[in-house]
């Protein structure tokens, strides 16, 4: 594993993402096998998960993998749902997930997209369950860069120590500007989705021909690559969703391998780094 230190923490540069995790019942020894095979073998000990994902189903999965694990060895990421944070309802939300996983603490806690939510009763609630101690720090998610300006105008808006927002090879936006503010203001930059969530973005991504290129010449599988290329950023790290040992293994083999100027050659030319502003992509 590679590690990057923020703030005086350390994170692990490749995690575990979490949506779709619990909805089919009949996966769950496979889903809490890759969990426990990525910690034992790759140390991947960041686990992204949310209320939304399945309703609790997501965050009752991940409850029984860490059941009886030492809590300092992992980092915990939850999110409240807008509508949640909408009715004030932040300690609710916070108690309900850290009762469904049995934690004391979430490492990190997001609001999951803007949506109505005042910032700065966000930031008030988010700082109070700090001094509660129920989440060791707080963050946002699908924040674009204005939007940043706006959080850091709050009262403790700084304090913000993530962001997470959609990024892979293919939809590169967040090049422009939104990781050149998170590197300039400290602020972690969470890639999400970067093997493009769903088969047919994934599909885009491994039928260009100058990818296909690329993963033979370096002997990769695409997942290695789209993993590296998201992670070369000091700023940022990421996380996936699999719930299949293979591709896990598949994953991880290259993931830290380093690219160099001429692999960028050809990731330009099958996606081309931004030269203007794009807003912000969302799933
Ligand atoms: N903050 C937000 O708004 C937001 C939005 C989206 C996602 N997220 C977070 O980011 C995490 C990752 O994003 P994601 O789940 O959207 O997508 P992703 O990690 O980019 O892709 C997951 C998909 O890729 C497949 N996959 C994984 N390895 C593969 C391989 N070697 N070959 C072929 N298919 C492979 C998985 O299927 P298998 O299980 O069959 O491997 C799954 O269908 C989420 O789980 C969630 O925690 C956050």
Redesign the pocket.
């Known amino acids: 594993m590679k590690y990057l230190t923020l703030k005086d923490t350390k994170l692990c540069k490749i995690g575990f993402?979490?949506?779709?995790i619990g909805d089919d019942p009949s996966k769950k020894n496979d889903e809490i096998n890759v969990f426990e095979t990525g910690y034992q073998k790759y140390q991947m000990t960041l686990i992204?998960?949310a209320e939304m994902y399945g309703r609790g189903k997501s965050e009752k999965v991940i409850g029984e993998f860490l059941k009886g694990k030492k809590r300092e060895d992992f980092f915990v990421v939850d999110?409240i749902l807008p509508e949640n944070a909408l009715k004030g309802d932040y300690l609710k939300s916070c108690k309900r997930s850290l009762e469904i996983m049995g934690l004391e603490y979430f490492d990190l806690y997001l609001l999951?997209?803007k949506s109505r939510v005042n910032l700065q009763e966000m930031v008030d609630a988010m700082e109070n369950l700090v001094s509660l101690g129920l989440i060791k720090r707080w963050g946002v998610?699908?924040f674009d860069a204005d939007d940043m300006e706006e959080l850091f105008k709050c009262r403790n808006g700084n304090h913000c120590f993530a962001n997470?927002c959609?990024y892979?090879i293919s939809q590169r936006g967040v090049e422009y500007d939104l990781i050149p503010w998170c590197e300039k203001h400290n602020v972690l930059f969470m890639a999400?989705?970067?093997?493009?969530?769903?088969k047919e973005n994934?599909d885009i991504i491994v039928n260009n021909p100058y990818i296909q290129e690329l993963v033979k010449k370096k002997n990769i599988?695409y997942?290695s690559l789209m993993l590296s290329f998201v992670i070369r950023h000091h700023i940022v790290i990421t996380?996936?969703?699999?719930?299949?040992i293979t591709?896990l293994e598949?994953?991880m083999r290259n993931a830290f391998d380093e690219l160099s100027e001429e692999d960028f050659v050809l990731i330009d030319k099958a996606f081309p780094k931004p030269h203007k502003k794009e807003y912000l992509e969302?799933?």
């Open positions: 993402g979490t949506w779709t992204d998960t999110k999951h997209w998610s699908n997470q959609l892979n999400y989705s970067p093997f493009g969530s769903n994934r599988s997942e996380m996936f969703k699999t719930s299949s591709h598949d994953n969302k799933i």
